[in-house]
């Protein structure tokens, strides 16, 4: 692994900024951006922080992660949540290493399956299909399962029967297995 120090560029942030804001910015070397496929065309960044170390990684497109992860024998499900007959969001799942990537379609946050969030982690995907199937607690739960051949509550496999339908909206989700 190459490695190199850098120089944060601090300077005001301007425009319609507060007085006191600040911008910064770092220039990695072209050559390492080259190689993980920035170009003009394609320059969108995914940054991940844990608390102590900023990662960037070149962004990939949903289709693009869905093969990539297929490619590795990944169980891989692809997601499409409607609105009625418009397509709001494309959710590419990697159940084998609990990845997902979403490309929204819809431009109104409230119609896309994660709001504003464009990207969403593991847990953020298992509440979206806990919100799209009947509630665990609800009561008469053990017979609903039976009615739909299932021995055990899990939302995936709700939503693979009832597409994930319910009465408070007109949303409805079809899911494929990435062959």
């Given at each position: 692994?190459?490695?190199?120090?850098?120089?944060?560029?601090?300077?005001?942030?301007?425009?319609?900024?507060?007085?006191?804001?600040?911008?910064?910015?770092?220039?990695?070397p072209k050559t390492w951006l080259e190689e993980m496929g920035i170009t003009d065309?394609?320059?969108?960044?995914?940054?991940?922080?844990?608390?102590?170390?900023?990662?960037?990684?070149?962004?990939?497109?949903?289709?693009?992660?869905?093969?990539?992860?297929?490619?590795?024998?990944?169980?891989?499900?692809?997601?499409?949540?409607?609105?009625g007959e418009e397509l709001c969001s494309s959710i590419y799942?990697?159940?084998?290493?609990?990845?997902?990537?979403?490309?929204?379609?819809?431009?109104?946050?409230?119609?896309?399956?994660?709001?504003?969030?464009?990207?969403?982690?593991?847990?953020?995907?298992?509440?979206?299909?806990?919100?799209?199937?009947?509630?665990?607690?609800?009561?008469?739960?053990?017979?609903?399962?039976?009615?739909?051949?299932?021995?055990?509550?899990?939302?995936?496999?709700?939503?693979?029967?009832?597409?994930?339908?319910?009465?408070?909206?007109?949303?409805?989700?079809?899911?494929?297995?990435?062959?």
């Amino acid at each position: 692994m190459e490695q190199r120090t850098a120089k944060i560029n601090i300077s005001s942030a301007g425009g319609t900024a507060s007085k006191n804001s600040k911008a910064c910015k770092v220039t990695p070397p072209k050559t390492w951006l080259e190689e993980m496929g920035i170009t003009d065309e394609c320059r969108e960044l995914a940054l991940s922080f844990d608390g102590t170390r900023i990662t960037l990684s070149r962004r990939i497109s949903g289709p693009d992660f869905a093969v990539q992860q297929n490619m590795l024998d990944h169980d891989v499900r692809i997601l499409r949540l409607y609105d009625g007959e418009e397509l709001c969001s494309s959710i590419y799942a990697d159940l084998t290493s609990q990845m997902v990537v979403v490309e929204n379609q819809a431009v109104s946050p409230v119609k896309t399956a994660f709001g504003n969030n464009a990207l969403p982690d593991w847990g953020d995907f298992q509440e979206f299909l806990s919100e799209r199937c009947i509630p665990r607690q609800r009561s008469g739960l053990r017979e609903y399962l039976e009615t739909l051949g299932l021995e055990e509550y899990d939302p995936l496999a709700i939503i693979e029967k009832t597409g994930g339908q319910m009465a408070e909206d007109q949303q409805w989700l079809t899911i494929e297995v990435m062959k």
